[in-house]
């Protein structure tokens, strides 16, 4: 009829369910009614389709987390693990990222520090960020913590060449080197694929390499090998035309390590070499050898002291085909000759004696320019306390530990030592 409603389109439409239950004596007993309403219907799709259920929702970076239904910053690492093994820490803002200082659990392979500024995974540098081996700084990951051996007196090997003879080539090898009695022996690493880092075991008494026999260098390094060393002394090898270190189409890294008083000079990379020297002393006053040469290689050369002596004599000598990159370095000889012959592809931020005037061995401390030591005294020109830029990357400390700055652009002294 016309009085009629029309229920469909009632703002509060109702369903009714009932349910008759029967005993098993077939007597019908109480019925059950449930009732629905489209308004409650309409308000529980709401609230689902508005919030979350599982954090994998939640793609705004600064609510990361599901809490409650609600898209929230995280509050702890766990929550960010949960939703994301790549990102597993909660920075102080809510945020969930590869890593932070704090946790840095998400970092390893190549890339095992973690870069707290932007919170980025990446690859090492210095053997330092590898606390339970060294850096192998060519791929930025960590030596592997079960290739670590002692060598010393009384250790696992009694010297460095019982080390390399043992333990071969083909792998990576950590060997850490003690204190004491000189190693006094000539040692080769070669072959495609080895990694050696040689690491003194407290960086503040400095382990002594030595070669009294003569007839070959101290060390070399041939055949694709990879080689690194940190805090040894070589010196003393008394056989003339071998300098204290010899890289042949390999890799060579050096860190606070001094080559000096070598009667054959210091450092000779050849044939493809690569060479990196960072905080290193290299050199003395052997007339007529250079204290580096760099033949048909590569070398970048930073926060390095190369001094040379008399005669036919460079700091640093390289042939046309080198590749040769020098910053915040200073390379000195007492010969009236040039102190560096070698077009360089890039000399920066660093000092040479042709712009300091005649050297004087008095720059340095007393006795130390004769035997290779090459930190400064009070009487070193000025220029050289100021002449080199400390950049982002570069060392934090000298070849002793002394710190240096740590802004960018900061002023700095040239060579290894800071005075």
Known sequence: SSGAEDSSSSDSASITLTAESTEPTGEPTTATTMSVTASDTESSSSTTASGCVDSSECGDAASPICVEMVCAPCSDDAECEAKDPGAP??????????????????????????????????????????????????????????????????????????AVATLGEGGEVVLRIFAGADYNEAVTIGGAGTAYALLADDDTIVPQWVNTSGGASTLRVENG???????????????????????????????????????????????????????????????????????????????TSIGAGFGAAAALRCNGAATVDVRNSLLVAETDDPEVDCTTDSFETSLTEAELGELNTNWFVAGGYATGNFRLSGMAPKEILTAAQWQAGDPPSDIDGDPRPTEPDSPDVAGADVP
């Open 89 to 162: 820490a909660c920075r102080d803002d809510g945020q969930c990222v590869a890593c932070t200082a704090a946790n840095p659990s998400g970092c390893g392979d190549t890339t095992p520090v973690c870069d707290d500024a932007q919170n980025a995974c990446v690859g090492c540098s210095f053997h330092e960020e590898c606390s339970d081996s060294a850096c192998r700084i060519a791929t930025g990951g960590c030596f592997d913590g079960e290739a670590v051996h002692d060598v010393g007196a009384g250790m696992e090997f009694e010297s460095i060449g019982d």
């Open 225 to 303: 090998a990879e080689v690194y060393i940190q805090s040894l002394r070589f010196t003393a090898n008394t056989a003339g035309g071998f300098p204290g270190i010899t890289a042949n189409a390999s890799s060579l890294y050096l860190d606070r390590t001094a080559v000096v008083g070598n009667t054959g000079g210091g450092i000779v990379l050849s044939t493809a070499a690569d060479g990196h020297f960072r905080n290193c002393f290299v050199g003395g006053s052997q007339s007529n050898v250079d204290a580096m040469q760099v033949t048909s290689s590569e070398a970048d050369i930073l926060y």
